[in-house]
């Protein structure tokens, strides 16, 4: 658990974000996560903003062949991806929520 733990010891997913605003600014904002859990990971996620994810993918060297695809939801309605890498020693997970189009979800029942 985190049980005495300071912020110290979250010091490489942060540096990891202060790197990623340096480098890559210009991109769209995600929702960052860090925590005391995973203390190495950092996590940039991007909710119903999937071109969001795919300009993060691209400037972070991901391959496409390396994101994974799944869906969420009351009839799979909502599509998750998912890629994680290793930036400036952080384990970073970058993940997109999205709304699965309605011609996919009809073709799926």
Known sequence: MNDGM?????????????LLATDFGH??????????????????????????FEAWREALDIVPDAVQYDTQGESGRTCVLHASTKYAGAELE??????????????AA
């Open 6 to 18: 300071t912020l110290d010891e979250l010091a490489v997913p942060l540096r990891a974000l202060r």
């Open 27 to 52: 991109l769209a904002a995600p929702t960052v996560r860090v925590t005391p859990i995973f203390p190495d990971q950092l996590e940039l996620s991007f909710h119903g903003d999937l071109a969001g």
């Open 94 to 107: 970058l993940v997109g929520y999205g709304d699965v189009p309605a011609l996919a979800t009809v073709g």
